[in-house]
């Protein structure tokens, strides 16, 4: 397959952005839009028994595939396409994004002095082809006090988090123990990324 110089990135997290920008990758922003019409898009409810690692690459797996119908239907110049899906889980649960305030809290009290799991996968899909990876990382939360958990919430950091945190922020003093990818929790494990850039001939660093 011949050299890539760009990706579509099929996402709107400014932490993914953040972090291709860090390791120099260039890509221009692939919005997917729920368009009836068009029958593109992707359904983020976790199926009725769905464990959470079946969850995160099946929704994961469905970006990369809606992301490259969308370049056929906006008859955009034919490059790879990058998505990533992050979910968190606790005694196998999945734990989502809050719906609000009052529900942040009750994630994080969840979260309170515990070990959880957090799962990213990030596929790239070109034609036909799609690949994908996982990312498993293990963090340990300080026990957190209501007066902690209220102060956090302040900072709005928890709005549209999964796990309703962002260890890149002030939750990143919630962490005691961290095993795996720190880029992972962000939302985008680097060395999984350029594993899948490689595979589709994209000059990785």
């Known amino acids: 397959m011949s050299k890539h110089q760009r990706i579509y990135l099929a996402s709107q997290s400014p932490r993914r952005r953040e972090l291709l920008k860090q390791i120099g990758i ?7 839009r729920s368009d009836p019409r068009r029958k593109v898009s992707v359904d983020e ?3 009725e028994g769905e464990i959470p690692l ?8 469905d970006k990369a595939r809606a992301g490259w119908e969308t370049l056929i239907l906006r008859n955009l110049p034919l490059l790879p396409v990058l998505a990533a899906d992050t979910t968190v889980t606790l005694d196998g649960k999945i734990i989502g994004k809050p719906d609000d305030n009052e529900h942040a809290a009750e994630i994080l009290r969840m979260l309170s002095g515990k070990q959880h799991q957090v799962l990213t996968a990030v596929a790239m899909s070109f034609g036909e082809r799609i690949e994908m990876r996982l990312s498993t990382t293990t963090i340990a939360f ?6 902690r958990i209220r102060r956090y919430l302040l900072t709005g950091e928890a709005h549209d988090k999964a796990g309703a945190y962002g260890i890149q ?3 990143g003093a919630f962490v005691k123990r961290i095993e795996g990818s720190y880029t992972g929790v962000m939302g ?16 990785a660093p």
Do not use: I, N, S
């Open 54 to 61: 079946d969850y995160v690459q099946r929704v994961c797996r």
């Open 142 to 147: 300080d026990t957190l006090g209501e007066e």
């Open 188 to 203: 985008l494990p680097l060395f999984e990324t350029v594993e899948l850039l490689k595979l589709f001939g994209y000059p």
């Open 45 to 47: 409810t976790p199926h």
């Open 26 to 32: 260039h890509y221009d922003m692939l919005l997917l």
């Open 169 to 171: 922020g002030h939750a």
